[in-house]
């Protein structure tokens, strides 16, 4: 777990120091990208590596660190229509998550979605898309995974601003098939979340991640206070974000933990 805590570190110091040597940054072209990075279904292509890092699971103390890979990647479909996939693949270390459970590293369950979404915003600038929502059971380790395949809808609206980008996330997972000694999947998952922008490529943002287990009547959640910044490392360019996760629900969460962001960008997206 310090290996990982420690490389991920290392890289974001790294994405840090290549900003400080790039001061002649097209502002615009960095403006421009912190506002598409607040809409999940924009036209762009990007891969986040997202890093969560949680400690005092009840009641030995324990800890997590989940990093999340999760590249967005929009396809034109018609005229008018895109298909935006999202895959987030987990890799996990965690120690004494259930209890005297132990160390468990590995890959979580992989989260797959496709949303099909309009080209243009309606006439009130409403942006959304619709799909379905995958969850493969992927996980190499079973305190690291639910055992089942799932499906279900997903959803996402948000509107943009000025500035301010206002949104929701939603998706909704049935268990259809697995192995038949482990509980059934019956999870919603809401994200609301608002975000401003600065000149420079800088951007504030505040969301909820809200699972709700509807068979356990378990509820597990954080709220996500993050900093970001568009960056170039040479010609490529890139976001780093950070900032804390308050943990909140009557499910087996953590007291606190923090959030570290790194997203390369692809600005060719579909068309």
Known sequence: ?????????????????????????????????????QNPIASLISVPIQGNFDFGYDPNSGSR??????????????????????????????????GSSGNQFGLGDVTMSAFFSPKAPTSKGLIWGVGPVFVVPTATDKLLGAEKFGVGPTAIGLMQVGKITVGLLFNHVWSVAGSATRADINNSFFQPFLAKNFPGGYAVSLNTELSQNWDAKATT????????????????????????????????NSDWGFRAQFTLLFPAGAK
Do not use: C, H
């Not at 290996?3 to 072209?29: G, H, N, R, S, W």
């Open 1 to 37: 777990m310090k290996k990982i805590t420690l490389l991920y570190a290392a890289l974001f110091m790294v994405a840090a120091a290549f900003a400080q040597e790039k001061p002649k940054t097209d502002a615009a072209a960095a403006d421009a990208l912190a506002k598409q990075l």
């Open 221 to 252: 959640g954080t709220i996500n206070i993050g900093g970001s910044k568009v960056i170039a490392i040479g010609k490529q360019r890139a976001q780093i974000a950070f900032g804390p996760r308050i943990p909140y629900g009557n499910g087996n």
């Open 65 to 98: 660190i989940l990093v999340n890979i999760q590249p967005v990647i929009p396809l034109s479909i018609s005229e008018d229509w895109n298909l935006i996939t999202r895959i987030i693949l987990p890799v996990v270390s965690q120690t004494d998550i259930y």
